[in-house]
């Protein structure tokens, strides 16, 4: 059997000027790297926006190197990339961004060019998507779908001295022939999310990220005590919103039934926490799940488990209202669950998002998965009960849907100045972007709101996306900044503006 080294790599972040670079380290490597490590195959992360020891950081992630593209770049050096490269019989590069896509290529080529032995696999929403430009960039291997399974057979094939991944499921790779073969149609989707292993935090850079600061979301000061770690409880979700890339996951699509929630065992989710605490040091959890009240029973339960662990929790992906509502004496009518929000107090959780995304019930119901509707419920009483209890709460909103009207965007930021004094701390203002891999992708491009050879690089949620929308592109660019001008405090406004690339 021949030992194998696999390599992932975060790639350097490319960013437009103005606005904000924030290194990767999500958690599919984390994920990966555990999967390896229980065959016993070596791994290792880099990150090549942020480096590791042998780098020095002054050198690259404060200044701005300028692309072809205008963006700017914030990484180490490719020769830098390359020479860690060299040490490894295969590099994986993660591409769930479609804004980034230009500098996963670019990874590719220039190790394919300088190792042509060197097995390269990409994952991630945007590679399955975008497969075939990603195989003439020089991927061997695209996974379409959560891989822990998949990479371990494709490390054993490779210890065998093999390339034939014609029995590996949920991949689509480059036969000895150079022809794609489509395997995304079998291979195992995990339900049982105790089986997944855990994840090798430890490999991360995470003094890195901890000294630069700038996390998820949230109202991390610049200078504080930062020691923050991600993780998940659960994957999946019961909605399914039009701009989700798990929206149309289900048993038979490319990467099978990954929307469907599912769940850790309380016991495992304890025991990560445990290793977070105690092993990674951290201070500050970012729940990652894509909805944990999912199933709002087994989500208090463990809860109420995981009361007085000592971190500091933080849901900034958002917390859909309904979970935080419950029926009152009104027919229809919601009124805020305070216990379980006081739970969330107690349990540790500093920070909430609530994503509102519009104040028309039309736009819930059409783009939103008719997620709870503002109809239905007093969202001023809502984010008072939650500040009663000391969270710091935040909101998304998204405007520019391809069909909506200028009646209706005002209608959104009239109400977000509203929930302003309501106590709401800061107000996120995102311009519709479709990504392929979702609904509204393929809307868009059917209904030429997109143009076909639309650039990755150009995608961007302060910037105006779409084609043939009822507010004009530049309208709607200075609708969505005086929005977050005028919804924010200073303080948060400032803090964001020092995460812009080059500072
Ligand atoms: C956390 C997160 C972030 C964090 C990451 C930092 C951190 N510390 O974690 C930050 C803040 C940077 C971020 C920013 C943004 N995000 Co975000 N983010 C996420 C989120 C919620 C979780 C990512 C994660 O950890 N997933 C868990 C892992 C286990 O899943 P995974 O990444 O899919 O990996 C699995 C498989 O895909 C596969 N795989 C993935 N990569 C690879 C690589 C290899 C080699 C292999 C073999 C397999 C493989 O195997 C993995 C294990 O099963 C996802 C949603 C989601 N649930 O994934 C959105 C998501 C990735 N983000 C999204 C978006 C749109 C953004 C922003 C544009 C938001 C914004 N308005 O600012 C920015 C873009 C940032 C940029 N650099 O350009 C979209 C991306 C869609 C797209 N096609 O581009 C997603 C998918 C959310 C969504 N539903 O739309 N994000
Ligand atoms: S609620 Fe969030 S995770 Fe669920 S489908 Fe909508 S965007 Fe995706």
């Known amino acids: ?39 016993g195959v070596e791994s290792y992360i880099y990150d090549a926006c942020v480096g590791n020891d042998k780098d020095n950081i002054n050198n690259f992630f404060y200044k701005s190197t300028v692309l072809p593209s205008g963006m700017i770049r914030t990484g180490v050096s490719d020769n830098r990339i390359l020479e860690i490269a060299s040490n490894y019989d295969a590099v994986g590069i993660t591409s769930i961004f479609s804004q980034q896509e230009t500098q996963v290529l670019h990874c590719a080529k220039i190790i394919k060019k300088k190792f042509p032995n060197i097995l390269l696999f990409s994952g991630g929403v945007n590679a399955k998507s975008r497969s075939s430009i990603f195989f003439n960039s020089g991927f061997d291997i695209i996974f379409t779908s959560e891989s822990e399974i998949a990479i371990q057979q494709v490390a054993k094939i490779m210890r065998k001295n093999s390339k ?68 998940m409880t659960s994957r999946g979700c019961p909605f399914s919103c039009s ?31 445990t290793i977070l605490k105690e092993k990674i040091g951290a201070k500050q959890i970012f729940i990652e799940d894509d909805s944990i009240f999912g199933m709002k029973r087994r989500a208090i339960r463990l809860l109420k488990r995981i009361v007085g662990f000592g971190l500091d929790l933080m849901d900034v992906n958002g917390v859909n209202m309904i979970h935080l509502v419950k029926k009152s004496n009104r027919p229809g009518w919601m009124i805020p669950d305070e216990e379980v929000i006081e739970l969330l107090s107690e ?8 994503p509102f995304e519009s104040a028309s019930p039309r ?20 984010i008072k009960t939650i500040k009663k209890y000391n ?9 520019g849907f391809p069909d909506e009207s200028r009646k209706e965007i005002e209608e959104t930021v009239k109400f977000a100045r509203k929930m302003k004094d309501y106590g709401l701390d800061h107000s996120n203002f995102y311009l519709v972007m479709p990504v392929p891999g979702t609904p509204i992708f393929d809307y868009c491009i ?27 592109p530049q309208e709607l660019e200075k609708i969505r900044d005086q929005a977050w001008e005028s919804c924010n405090s200073e303080e948060f406004k400032n803090l964001r503006k020092s995460w812009v690339v080059g500072n």
């Not at 059917?446 to 004009?472: C, E, G, I, M, S």
């Open 1 to 39: 059997m021949r030992q194998i080294k696999i390599l992932l790599l975060y790639p350097p972040e490319q960013s437009w000027p103005k606005t904000m670079v924030k290194p990767n380290g999500s958690l599919a490597y984390p994920y990966l790297a555990g999967a390896l490590k229980n065959i």
């Open 164 to 231: 034939d991944f014609s029995s590996v499921g949920k991949i689509y790779f480059k036969d000895n022939n150079g022809k794609i073969v489509d395997n995304s149609n079998f291979g195992e989707i995990l339900m049982d999310l105790d089986k997944l292993p855990i994840p090798a935090w430890e490999l991360l850079p995470n003094k890195r990220y901890w000294k630069i600061g700038r996390p998820h979301g949230g109202k991390a000061k610049h200078g504080e005590e930062l020691k923050y770690s991600s993780m």
């Open 243 to 273: 701009y989700c890339h798990i929206a149309e996951e289900v048993e038979g699509s490319k990467s099978g039934a990954i929307g469907k929630f599912r769940f850790k065992s309380d016991e495992r989710v304890i025991n990560e926490l």
């Open 347 to 354: 349990v540790g959780f500093k920070e909430i998002v609530l």
């Open 363 to 382: 736009i819930i119901k059409k783009w939103c998965s008719n997620k709870l509707a503002l109809d239905r419920f007093d969202p001023g009483q809502l």
């Open 391 to 399: 969270m710091y709460v935040g909101t998304n909103y998204m405007l």
């Open 446 to 472: 059917k209904n030429k709101h997109l143009p076909l050879d639309y650039n990755p690089d150009r995608f961007q949620w302060t910037k105006a996306n779409l084609k043939n929308t009822q507010v004009p």
